[in-house]
């Protein structure tokens, strides 16, 4: 299948620096901040091990939770000792992202090394408050503080990112603005996979929605449905949570467990998803959502529900709470 993308075939990448954004943006365990599950690390090794093996200078630009999901807002560190364990050769760490110290060290690298740079999002431009509240444009966000001084000393950029291919936020969408550009092959498979499936479904085609993320889930339905791609969608986890807590259902998690969008729904309080008029009988966690005739709400633009935290000034806190309020007003029209 032809896709309408460059890839990592459509480049010489010897001697080439490249910068390549992954999604390595992994569970970590609350007490020990150790990470849980790196299976987003291992997904992206074969597109770090085919630039290295080729010659490339490579670059990587991750990020690890966000302010607003602060119990996992750490450094990237740890990262890089897994991936060299995972790659079998060393991938350097710098705690630093766009400043002096790594750009001269983005200099200094040869040919075949690694190099993993600090956490982007310890800078504001790469938070999703940021991405909310500001709402760039991808040329605007080229002028930004990274792009700025990182494209200067880049060949190609590559995105392997495609778990954060939602976002708007430099690193994904403003290098392509400046740099030659192409897929990375996580980024590749899985957009074949997702244009085979949108193209030519195989009848009856039923779509399993889970996760924590419910405003993408909820986009997802309403382009799945109303596109045909989907015959009908079966909710799980905490979408599927949502779903039977809005059409009368009982929780199946010990109070005080919920994650902050769960908690308050279905009750008295104004909670996030109030409205089980608006969604049809059985959509519950494991119902069939996708009759005939069935149409969902959607949001512009999914945003990770959690509002987890402890942002250190009243101006973050403020900023915090505006952006709670209008994530439950999107989640409103979104049922």
Known sequence: MQLDVLTLDDFELRSKTVLLRVDINSPVDLATKAIKDDTRIQRCLPTIRELAEKGARVVVLAHQGDPLDYQNFTSLEQHARSLSRLLGREVAFLDDVAGPAARERIRRLRDGEILLLENVRIHTEETIIFEEEVNLSPAEQAKTYIVRNLAPLADLYVCDAFAAAHRSEPTLVAFQELLPSAAGRLFEEELRALTAVKANPERPCLFVLGGAKILDAFKMMRVALESGAADGVLTAGLTGQIMLLAAGGKRSLPPGQEPDAVRGAGQGTPGPLRRPSALPPGCGGGGRWGA??????????????????????GRLRGAHRRSQDHLRQRASRSL
């Open 292 to 313: 005939p005739g069935v149409r969902t709400g959607g949001t512009a633009g999914g945003r990770d529900h959690r509002g987890r935290g402890a942002p250190h000034s």
